[in-house]
């Protein structure tokens, strides 16, 4: 015979699921209510909901299950008492038609749950699409069989899809909510996306990212919009059980893109729980009392902020990450011979005042992670960043 459940109170119910991190048994109906009250705790218990001031919530969704299942759970905790709203980032992948399929899935249960949905379109805000940037890439790698590549255009080549792309939806959430009034912005992040980041930041040593690993990114400035992950220590396991118990509709395909290093890293994540149950849980649980801490007072004094002067926004260089991205793309995007140039015809595009060559030209200050893949070297990044003085700003 099976375990009973047991979720403080009695319940005749079988144990569907003994949680990891609790080893607590329960059933279907009260492992939902587990799961709500975990994302409820989380919250309040970071003072996140400011009572003296009107909250408005913006959260981040991509069609995806996590998400998707982020939003049903904020229904359930919230439902029209707090302003809550969704944003989607159409990235316009238009392979295997991600992005509009993606699109139709949050649609469908916005509607459901009657929470108002913006899109922001990229290719209307930057004319251009994580497609080309695939094409892009495509060509050059071309170029590089021929002719040896510059240094911008070798970075560019050996940058991972998802670190653009994240870059990106990063830059145009924190945009849609500054510019529109929100006052918090949610992500859909579980704890095995957290977990990766935090191991790949741990191997390159990356203090001013890993100081940035945790559930919430708080701001006091108004360009850059307070983040919480509330899944943040709930297990990708987890959300899957609670999506398919709350039939949450949801793409089920991957992103046609989603081939980078950090998928090796996710294997080792879930090997070490396979080891360990609850290895995980307990490694990011443990971090954010008691090394982050320690870490948050010596690396602090490095985070201090300016204005990107193309776009206004948060940067800790002179242009943000995302504004030289987009402006080495545009430069070779809209030129019919890009990518085909010489090294020596190739210098007649510098894109930005020598002072800012130096360092890796597309490493995103803000990125999840600290390198994009490990072709770049580790030790020589980290230092760069911490010599010249240039901080992280807003993940
Ligand atoms: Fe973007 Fe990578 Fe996610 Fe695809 S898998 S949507 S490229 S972050
Ligand atoms: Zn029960
Ligand atoms: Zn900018």
Not at 55 to 75: F, H, P, R, T, Y
Not at 113 to 127: A, G, K, R, S, Y
Not at 323 to 347: P, Q, V, W
């Amino acid at each position: 015979m099976g375990r009973r459940c047991f979720f403080f109170t009695e319940c005749d119910a079988d144990a569907t699921i003994i949680i990891p991190s609790s080893k607590m048994p329960l059933c279907n109906m009260h492992f939902i209510k587990y799961t709500e009250n975990r994302v409820w705790k989380l919250i309040d218990g970071n003072a996140l909901l400011n009572s003296k001031t009107k909250e408005k919530i913006l959260v981040a969704v991509s069609g995806g299950k996590d998400s998707q299942a982020l939003l049903v759970i904020l229904d359930e905790l919230f439902h029209k008492r707090i302003h809550m709203e969704a944003v989607f980032i159409d990235l316009k992948i238009g392979k295997d038609n991600y992005s509009e399929n993606s699109l139709r899935y949050t649609k469908e249960l916005c509607d459901k749950l009657d929470i108002p949905l913006n899109t922001v379109n990229i290719m209307e805000e930057q004319q251009y699409s994580i497609d080309d940037i695939i094409s892009l890439k495509q060509r050059f790698h071309e170029k590089g069989k021929s002719n040896r590549l510059s240094k911008k255009e070798s970075e560019f080549v050996s940058r991972g899809e998802c670190s653009f792309c994240g870059e990106i939806k990063r830059y145009h959430i924190n945009k849609f909510a500054a510019e529109n009034g929100f006052t918090k912005v949610y992500t859909g992040h579980n704890m095995n996306d957290e977990a990766t980041k935090f191991l790949q930041n741990l191997i390159s040593m990356n203090l001013l990212l890993l100081v940035r690993s945790g559930p919430v990114l708080d701001s006091n400035n108004e360009q850059a919009v307070p983040r919480l992950k509330p899944l943040y220590f709930i297990s990708e396991q987890e959300v899957i059980l609670y999506t398919y118990l709350k039939k949450i509709p949801h793409i089920e395909t991957n992103c046609p893109y989603s081939k980078t290093p950090s998928k090796k890293f996710r294997k080792i994540i879930e090997d070490i729980d396979g080891v360990q149950n609850g290895a995980i849980y307990s490694l990011m649980k443990k971090y954010q009392k008691t090394l982050k801490p320690l870490l948050v007072n010596s690396v602090q004094e490095l985070n201090t902020y300016s204005k990107c002067n193309k776009c206004g926004m948060l940067s800790s260089r002179k242009k943000c990450a995302y504004c030289r991205t987009t402006e080495f793309i545009h430069k070779y995007l809209f030129m019919a011979d890009a990518g085909t140039k010489t090294d020596s015809e190739e210098n007649e595009f510098n894109l930005e005042s020598s002072s800012d060559h130096d360092s890796s030209y597309f490493i995103s200050e803000d990125s999840d992670f600290a390198l994009p893949d490990f072709q770049n070297d580790v030790q020589d990044f980290y230092m760069d960043e911490l010599n010249e003085e240039e901080k992280s700003d807003f993940e």
